[in-house]
């Protein structure tokens, strides 16, 4: 038989490398959304040595040495009249051979209620925090405000702390930034992550409105009910019957808005020291199967509330810690520098 002709000369090996390399060079590159979404796999980040009374910038740079690559996301948390970005802060943020996304976590008071919020009390310092954003940091960075509102609702009528009025607290702090000009905060609605709480009969009303939340978060921890990633989010109890695990339910419930696994912690096991490392590596083979994550947050403290979430705890969690952390799906797309 007749040898096929190959049109220009080359062999069918080197032109299937020159197809293949034109199919690359024509493909889009991962990029990164207005809303701060990465198209190819997730954002990589970590609150750093939380609880340890260091400072954020030696915190990050300790926890980036012991998780061998930098982060993406930077966790931090302010309260009350405290100005956001700070100084290092967005140093950090602005560091030049590694950028960083800033997600600001922010509890705007301790003594007024939501409704009291919603309703203008801390307007005054909404104006403040506007006017230092628009001076300080015009790029754009994520933020929640009040994580976690579920154990902290008084369903009681009037009491200030209802669900409803924790909708409206977090619109109106929102829409009073932006009408300030603040339109670089990505807003991140927070939940907890937990079949006990999602299931109570006001649960749906903390959600403020897709207008004013741009991601929606959990806050899971590897408590002793969970075994692998799949059960961390998706937690489900037999107690609780009627709920699906909060990744389905945010699946269905936002099924255009990105997730953001916001804090997210594996407890030490006294009776089973290897279990860290097992989780870790257990991460690493299951994340793709969650498409709608794009971003995954590490809280790393040695006193957390309820244990030790270190990731390198034992030589081999840091190992295994590591490996996920430069697993290909967690550098696919870069942080952008502005």
Same mark, same amino acid.
């Given at each position: 038989?007749?040898?096929?002709?190959?049109? !220009?000369?080359?062999?069918?090996?080197?032109?299937?490398?020159?197809?293949? #390399?034109?199919?690359?060079?024509?493909?889009?590159?991962?990029?990164? &959304?207005?809303?701060?979404?990465?198209?190819?796999?997730?954002?990589?980040?970590?609150?750093?040595?939380?609880?340890?009374?260091?400072?954020? !910038?030696?915190?990050?740079?300790?926890?980036?040495?012991?998780?061998?690559?930098?982060?993406?996301?930077?966790?931090?948390?302010?309260?009350?009249?405290? %100005?956001?970005?700070?100084?290092?802060?967005?140093?950090?943020?602005?560091?030049?051979?590694?950028?960083?996304?800033?997600?600001?976590?922010?509890?705007?008071?301790?003594?007024?209620?939501?409704?009291?919020?919603?309703?203008?009390?801390?307007?005054?310092?909404?104006?403040?925090?506007?006017?230092?954003?628009?001076?300080?940091?015009?790029?754009? /960075?994520?933020?929640?405000?009040?994580?976690?509102? $579920?154990?902290?609702?008084?369903?009681?009528?009037?009491?200030?702390?209802?669900?409803?009025?924790?909708?409206?607290?977090?619109?109106?702090?929102? %829409?009073?930034?932006?009408?300030?000009?603040? @339109?670089? #905060?990505?807003?991140?609605?927070?939940?907890?992550?937990?079949?006990?709480?999602? &299931?109570?009969?006001?649960?749906?009303?903390?959600?403020?409105?897709?207008?004013?939340?741009?991601?929606? #978060?959990?806050? *899971?921890?590897?408590?002793?009910?969970?075994?692998?990633?799949?059960?961390?989010?998706?937690?489900? @109890?037999?107690?609780?019957?009627?709920?699906?695990?909060?990744?389905?339910?945010?699946?269905?419930?936002?099924?255009?808005? *990105?997730?953001?696994?916001? $804090?997210?912690?594996?407890?030490?096991? *006294?009776?089973?020291?290897? /279990?860290?490392?097992?989780?870790?590596?257990?991460?690493?083979?299951?994340?793709?199967?969650? =498409?709608?994550?794009?971003?995954?947050?590490?809280?790393? &403290?040695?006193?957390?509330?309820?244990?030790?979430?270190?990731?390198?705890?034992?030589?081999?969690?840091?190992?295994?810690?590591?490996?996920?952390?430069?697993?290909?799906?967690?550098?696919?797309? @870069?942080? =952008?520098? &502005?």
């Amino acid at each position: 038989m007749a040898p096929a002709v190959l049109l !220009g000369g080359c062999s069918g090996a080197e032109g299937a490398r020159r197809d293949t #390399a034109t199919r690359t060079a024509s493909a889009p590159a991962c990029s990164v &959304s207005a809303k701060l979404i990465p198209t190819c796999g997730a954002w990589w980040g970590i609150a750093p040595e939380v609880f340890t009374g260091l400072r954020v !910038g030696p915190a990050l740079e300790r926890a980036e040495r012991r998780m061998r690559r930098p982060a993406d996301v930077l966790h931090v948390y302010h309260r009350g009249a405290e %100005l956001f970005p700070t100084r290092q802060e967005i140093a950090l943020a602005r560091e030049p051979d590694r950028p960083r996304l800033l997600l600001i976590n922010w509890k705007p008071s301790f003594d007024h209620t939501w409704a009291h919020i919603a309703a203008g009390a801390l307007d005054a310092r909404i104006d403040r925090l506007a006017a230092h954003i628009r001076a300080a940091f015009p790029e754009r /960075f994520f933020l929640t405000v009040h994580h976690e509102p $579920e154990d902290d609702v008084d369903p009681a009528p009037g009491s200030g702390m209802t669900a409803a009025d924790y909708a409206a607290m977090f619109r109106h702090v929102v %829409l009073r930034l932006r009408e300030r000009g603040v @339109r670089n #905060a990505v807003t991140v609605m927070t939940y907890m992550g937990a079949p006990n709480w999602a &299931s109570k009969p006001w649960f749906e009303e903390l959600y403020p409105g897709d207008d004013v939340v741009d991601w929606v #978060a959990m806050d *899971p921890y590897v408590d002793g009910r969970v075994q692998d990633f799949g059960g961390l989010v998706n937690k489900v @109890r037999a107690d609780y019957p009627a709920w699906p695990g909060f990744y389905r339910w945010m699946r269905d419930r936002f099924p255009g808005k *990105p997730i953001m696994v916001a $804090e997210w912690g594996v407890f030490e096991r *006294p009776g089973d020291p290897g /279990f860290k490392a097992a989780f870790f590596e257990n991460v690493r083979t299951q994340i793709r199967k969650y =498409p709608q994550i794009k971003a995954m947050v590490y809280f790393d &403290s040695p006193r957390a509330p309820r244990g030790d979430t270190r990731f390198d705890a034992t030589p081999a969690a840091a190992e295994a810690f590591a490996a996920l952390a430069r697993d290909a799906y967690f550098a696919a797309t @870069r942080v =952008p520098r &502005s």
